[in-house]
């Protein structure tokens, strides 16, 4: 478990070349030369020069260009709550882990929302209660119901842990959408540490891993947390 | 709540003109003739001649063809862990429940898994623990704790409820995966009333909804459950 | 052929119970009630009321509630330059008249740019020079070359029909890019068509049929066309 | 241009660590272990046993997990017939030269199919008209027609270029619908040239690489060109 309590986030894979193969496919639109030889030539060896093409285009709303780079992240340590909000990103691939095939062998883990563990008493309720659903989990199993059947006793603190790959226009509009304070803080801390892990290594991509409000300039939500104003306002 | 405990489906929105739509994307692939000229024609009035031309483009493979159908289910009275499930099939769009938003009041309603209801004292102590869930939720939300919190403590047996739609490529799709004897038991019977609600009022595709062993012509999985015969075998 | 020489479009097919498949699955996120009792309430008879709460769903953008609805549209007389921009909206779907199967037997059809056909002189040379091209490809053919060969010899210019399925998430979207003056003007005639065969059925969706800049406040490309102000200017 | 007038194909972009995120995304779903734990182990350093899980995941058809591999090609040299076919694979991400913004300067370049380049009298005529098609389109230019409507004379034997990029799933899915010889002779020279360049460096691929008959154990088409026979017969 995390010290804190949250997810446990590590990038575990990347493209070779991520500027690079950006900065090839948004010139291959505009240019005569192929795709192969602005690959290798000169600019493609400037970062300066490439990023400052590529956040124009960024900057257009041109997104298509960046889908060529695909990350993947190891994550553990989030609410099935959690899991549930961020398997609804359709355009993202997951490899959860199962309830149906692995078997608690002894207290599940399970994550503490903020509000309570707040509260020492509501808090000491609450793992005394989640030592009464695992014990009851067990009694099932050990009588021989099946996990996946078993598992219908089991919380939404319950924690998972999953392999989630997505691209970068993808990762955009996950961070514009779940770094808004209307997304709930399990997986606004989630997707924060998941921009963490990935800016750590690119940090060029900071100025676009934002709440939506930076991007459209106002928020289109009902009522604001006072970032940005209402649209209108 | 459903007699038998499961699912409750309802077939809320289709097209108008499902097969004409079908059969003029069909034809307008191999015809000189303008699909506005088709979806007119004389053939396009006989659903025999239709169903003949698009039952041979299924069969192909030619799936692209009927994705322009497109059907909508108002579905209740599943468990959180089958709404989990479901939501990966990310060709749908679900409009669910919110747990964040629909604070429980009373008993939140949830299913008892088949194994467990069949042994009379499992059943009762698993209905007593749901009441015993029921009132440490609503403890926790008398107190302050706000509904998108409280809810860590509710179970994968809480039953929850959406308005979900899929094309008809998609459709096959999730019957040939969830009418499968791999798949849990519950989708399998949500699955199941999807497409029986469906071919109530379109009875040419049942052909269709099958579990995938019966597209293939053999078994994919690692064991078989006798319908068919694992691959090589 | 179409008065104008730009594409014929018709809506050949809708759901039934536009707004109240809309309506359900608005309020099924925030409701205790059952999708299957919304759906059959009074609310769900009242159209005002209906489109009061769908346009400020909409408004917050949360737009998955209208994937619940998708059109298809018969769209005939536009060229192979239009299709292939069409064709990269990748939530549509689509069935295309193939120039693999289906051999021109006279002339084939095309369309002229306005701005040859604006200028008498050119527009002769061009319309002889599809002559000439037709000559050639009838050649080719009668010679025992196959049409998806022969093919090649046909241009940009040659026109072309589908079928194309789109939800009303992405009509939005596509309305919001190709309705900007940045978009090549067939497309831009093309697409105002489809928005304006839906919006004769139903006239609420006017107001989201619009550009991108109508509907950020400001225009997100590099040079603006007037209508708005670049961002930030 | 490629010695043969096909394709030029190179895989510039893949993932670090290929092996090890499939495998960690396949064991995530079966084990107790945390991602990043088994990211870490012994296992995860052994190709031979990585390769034994992976190739059984994918047999059993659960492909999702090699979603997680997303790999990009500079593809130059194809015609625009052949992208039309290509761009419909709505799974893939294309940068596509334009022929709106790159305007030709001189005899555009394009691709003689066999069928017309086997007849050295047609070859001869092709190449000639090929000539007067550009000449047409420079006069067009030079008279201050734009780019984006002197394409409309541009045959669809012109050649483009573009980065595509796809995961491991939809690229096993390319393969089996375009090495099939119902697909048109060049993008099946594509398509296998692009698994080739994959295969050269991730040679355990070559197994899935393939038409679909060969996964599926018959032909599902119509006729059979002889490799497998049609299903049923």
């Known amino acids: 478990?995390?010290?804190d309590g949250y997810a446990q986030v590590k990038l575990i894979?990347?493209?070779e070349n991520m500027l690079k193969t950006i900065y090839t496919a948004c010139r291959t639109c505009y240019s005569s030369d192929s795709p192969l030889n602005i690959y290798?030539?000169?600019?493609?060896?400037?970062?300066e020069k490439?990023?400052?093409?590529?956040?124009?285009?960024?900057?257009s709303g041109h997104y298509s260009t960046i889908e060529h780079i695909q990350v993947s992240f190891a994550i553990s340590n989030i609410s099935r709550a959690c899991?549930?909000?961020?398997?609804?990103h359709r355009h993202m691939s997951f490899s959860q882990k199962s309830q149906r095939y692995v078997k608690e062998k002894e207290?599940?883990?399970y994550l503490i929302p903020d509000s309570i563990a707040e509260n020492q008493e509501l808090k000491e309720k609450f793992e005394n209660f989640m030592g009464e659903i695992s014990a009851f989990y067990l009694e099932l199993t050990e009588k021989g119901i099946p996990a996946e059947d078993a598992r219908a006793v089991l919380p939404n603190a319950a924690s998972t842990s999953m392999v989630a790959s997505l691209n970068l226009r993808e990762m955009i509009h996950l961070a514009n959408l779940r770094l808004c304070?209307?997304?709930q803080k399990e997986i606004r801390i989630l997707v924060k540490r998941m921009c963490d892990a990935l800016t750590e290594e690119e940090p060029w991509l900071k100025d676009y891993l934002v709440p939506k409000c930076e991007r459209l300039g106002y928020?289109?939500?009902d009522k604001s947390c006072g970032r940005k104003q209402v649209k209108g306002n």
């Open 40 to 47: 290798e030539c000169d600019n493609a060896q400037d970062n």
């Open 13 to 15: 894979s990347k493209p």
């Open 107 to 109: 207290q599940f883990e």
């Open 1 to 3: 478990m995390t010290k």
């Open 181 to 183: 304070t209307r997304a």
């Open 50 to 59: 490439m990023l400052k093409l590529i956040s124009r285009v960024i900057s």
């Open 219 to 221: 928020c289109d939500e």
């Open 83 to 88: 899991s549930h909000q961020l398997v609804r």
